[in-house]
Structures are given as structure tokens and as C-alpha cells.
């Protein structure tokens, strides 16, 4: 079984945690979600995996190479072109049209493939789930979840007969036209013979346009509903409650790293923290080199990423810090996600200093880039709600 991996989307729901970086390299304790889903295939015994990338794609390959540390195989296909003035200028051809120019190029999927959307911790039996494709004949099938009705107009829902045959395929409708409450999850095992149906170079998509098809003709395309943990980050208030579930350790097979120096709290190395007036109450993990000075508490499930500095009189609950944060003193951040300049709160709205409007996001993004290397710490002092 081979593998392919969806990563050239820009994450747009993500934002701003996905100014700086692809929406597959956005950290799960401190290491990328694609990451975990390259060591789930590794351990079910797929080599070779296939990934597309556009969007800030130098990243995704400069993390993940060839896969060597990982044990497999990975190989990028880049969706896009250079202009006249030498600049690669990603163009990303929709998620079926992605897989389309692999196989179109070097036939690379000349067997059962699963295809995984690079954007959701999963912990899926992939022989079982491989195993039911091949007995029922499929040519492709769906893993899905049954969701509450509010939410099925975020996903992709399925609609299927009493044997799991999938008759059609609702790519996130309102929540009055929906059929089902069974979502797919981003998980699917094809054959060679679907790709076969995917158009040469154009824009198509899984969801709005392949799967449709695959119902319209009659094929045999089924859903699976089995039970396995997925945590989706397709939203900032996702991605917030994954963490908040993660560091809690509610989720299976996810602990939280470093050395633990009291209940509930951890960190990395070389630490340092001023337990004067300060409190802190799990759970907490604190990154290395981070700074805590005198007087400051916080509040869990927090993380504070390596690198930070925390001054005295601040007070951080339920929140994510990625690396290189400065809280100023007295401000309080309470469940929110600071990252480089940006900083969101749980329900995706943006905040930042001196009451600056939502379109100077980018500038603020910009003068960062510009700062002389090693003074690129954040200043989080107007981050506070109010």
C-alpha cells in the first residue's frame, strides 16, 4: 500500500497561524501534525508516500526531506510555476487534480493507495480499514464520523444505502439540506482505476467534484465508520480545543514531553523560573530556555514554547505560546494562541497592540521579517483581553 498526503492548501481558517507556515507544519506538542501522521503510516508499513505541496511548500521539504528519519519514502509534488522573474508562484489545482499530474507524470499510484488530508491526528487501524475495502470490492472508500448536526456544513457528508454504499456525496452543505450526519474525515483507500477518472490538467476536487461522480455512475464506493480517535485542526478554535484535550491527556498515546518538576507541570531544558508570588497549576509545559520571572501564574492546559520569557505579574490561562513569546508585565492572556506577531483568541479573532486594525496584520508580519536575526521575540504586552 502506498500513501499520499494533501498539504497545498493555504489553511485560510487557520489564519493567522498559517502567515508563517503551511497548515501541515502547525505543532502538536511541539512537533508537526504531518509528522504524526508520517510515523502512523510508517508503523502500518507504508514506505513510499507522496505529498503535494504550493503554499510556503519549502518548509513542508526542508522539514521532512526524503523521510529517511521516519523510515520511508516521500516524494513532493509542487503545484505551481516560476515566472519570468525566476519566483516559484504556487497554484494549487485542487485535491484530486493534485493527484491527477502525480499519476499523470510518473504513474506513481499503481496500487490501493490511502489518501490522507494533511490536517488531523488520527490513530486509525489502516489494515482493518484496508482489509473491509477489499472485501467489499471497493474502489474507493471513505472513513467517516458521525457529527453533531450543527456542525455538518464544515465537512464533507456522506449519504449512504443499509450495506455502506455510498449513493451521494454533499461537499458541506447548510445544515437544512443536509442528508446525514456522517462526515468524511479526510481518510480514503483508492484503487488505481478512480484516479483514472480524475480529468489531466485542470482544477478538481475530492469532495465537490470526484465524489459526486464516483455516486452519480454507480460505482462501488463505500463509507466506513469504525471507531478511531481524529482530531481535526481545520479552524483556530479546532486547533485550540486539540490542544487543550492533548495537554488534559485525554487523548491516547499523546505525552506531553520533558521532565515533570511538579504535578502537572513540565518542562524542557534549561529552564528557569522564579517561584516567588509565582503559581502554576497544571497542566503547564514549559519549552527550554524560557524565562519565568517572579509573581507570574498560569494557568493550565497551557504551553508556553522554548524560548519565551514570561515577566513578573503576568498571568496566562488555558493559552498557547509558540516559541520566542514575551509576555510584559501584569498582561494577562486567557485562552489565547500567540504566535510570532499574531496573536487569536479561541474563537479566531485576531488581537494585537495599540488597537491596531485587522489589515495591519500583514504589515506587523512584514516588520518582523525585517528585524536583524536574534531579536526576534514577540512583544505580547497589549495581547490582553479586555
Given amino acids: 500500500m502506498k500513501a499520499m498526503i494533501l498539504a497545498a492548501g493555504k489553511g485560510t481558517r487557520v489564519r493567522p497561524l498559517t502567515y508563517e507556515v503551511p497548515k501541515p507544519m502547525i505543532p502538536i506538542l511541539g512537533k508537526p501534525v504531518m509528522a504524526y501522521l508520517i510515523e502512523h503510516l510508517a508503523k502500518h508499513g507504508v514506505r513510499q508516500i507522496m505529498v503535494n505541496v504550493a503554499y510556503l511548500h519549502e518548509k513542508i521539504e526542508e522539514y521532512f526531506g526524503e523521510g529517511e528519519r521516519f523510515g520511508v519514502q516521500i516524494g513532493y509534488s509542487f503545484e505551481g510555476y516560476t515566472n519570468d522573474a525566476g519566483e516559484v508562484m504556487p497554484e494549487p489545482i485542487g485535491s484530486a487534480g493534485g493527484i491527477k499530474k502525480i499519476q499523470d507524470f510518473g504513474g506513481f499510484f499503481d496500487e490501493t493507495t490511502i489518501v490522507l488530508c494533511g490536517d488531523a491526528l488520527i490513530d486509525l487501524d489502516l489494515g482493518a480499514a484496508l482489509e473491509e475495502h477489499r472485501r467489499k470490492g471497493a474502489l474507493a472508500t471513505v472513513i467517516t464520523k458521525e457529527v453533531p448536526w450543527d456542525k455538518v456544513s464544515s465537512y464533507g457528508v456522506v449519504v449512504t444505502d443499509a450495506d455502506g454504499r455510498i449513493t451521494e456525496f454533499q461537499e458541506k452543505p447548510s445544515r437544512e439540506a443536509a442528508k446525514s450526519n456522517y462526515i468524511s474525515t479526510g481518510i480514503y483507500i483508492f484503487e488505481p482505476e478512480v484516479i483514472e477518472l480524475i480529468p489531466s490538467n485542470q482544477v478538481f476536487d475530492i469532495g465537490s467534484e470526484l465524489f459526486p461522480l464516483l455516486a452519480k455512475r454507480g460505482l462501488p464506493f463505500y463509507a466506513q465508520t469504525r471507531p478511531f480517535e481524529w482530531l481535526d485542526i481545520g479552524s483556530v478554535t479546532d486547533y485550540w480545543e486539540v490542544l487543550q484535550n492533548v495537554l488534559a491527556g485525554d487523548v491516547a498515546n499523546l505525552k506531553v514531553p520533558g521532565r515533570q518538576i511538579e504535578d502537572g507541570v513540565w518542562v524542557g531544558l534549561n529552564t528557569s523560573i522564579d517561584w516567588e508570588g509565582t503559581t502554576i497549576e497544571g497542566p503547564v509545559y514549559?519549552?527550554?530556555?524560557?524565562?519565568?520571572?517572579?509573581?507570574?501564574?498560569?494557568?493550565?492546559?497551557?504551553?508556553?514554547?522554548?524560548?519565551?520569557?514570561?515577566?513578573?505579574?503576568?498571568?496566562?490561562?488555558?493559552?498557547?505560546?509558540?516559541?520566542?513569546?514575551?509576555?510584559?508585565?501584569?498582561?494577562?492572556?486567557?485562552?489565547?494562541?500567540?504566535?510570532?506577531?499574531?496573536?487569536?483568541?479561541?474563537?479566531?479573532?485576531?488581537?494585537?497592540?495599540?488597537?491596531?486594525?485587522?489589515?495591519?496584520?500583514?504589515?506587523?508580519?512584514?516588520?518582523?521579517?525585517?528585524?536583524?536575526?536574534?531579536?526576534?521575540?514577540?512583544?505580547?504586552?497589549?495581547?490582553?483581553?479586555?
Avoid at 515577566?311 to 509558540?322: D, H
Avoid at 508585565?329 to 479566531?348: A, T
Avoid at 488581537?351 to 531579536?375: Q, V, Y
Fill in 286 to 386: 514549559i519549552g527550554s530556555g524560557t524565562r519565568i520571572e517572579a509573581g507570574v501564574k498560569i494557568v493550565g492546559p497551557t504551553w508556553i514554547g522554548h524560548g519565551s520569557h514570561i515577566c513578573a505579574g503576568a498571568e496566562i490561562t488555558r493559552s498557547v505560546l509558540f516559541e520566542y513569546t514575551r509576555v510584559l508585565h501584569d498582561v494577562n492572556l486567557h485562552e489565547m494562541i500567540v504566535f510570532k506577531d499574531y496573536g487569536v483568541d479561541r474563537e479566531g479573532q485576531m488581537k494585537l497592540a495599540a488597537d491596531m486594525p485587522s489589515d495591519e496584520w500583514i504589515n506587523a508580519r512584514d516588520r518582523r521579517n525585517k528585524r536583524r536575526a536574534g531579536t526576534d521575540s514577540v512583544d505580547a504586552a497589549a495581547l490582553a483581553m479586555k
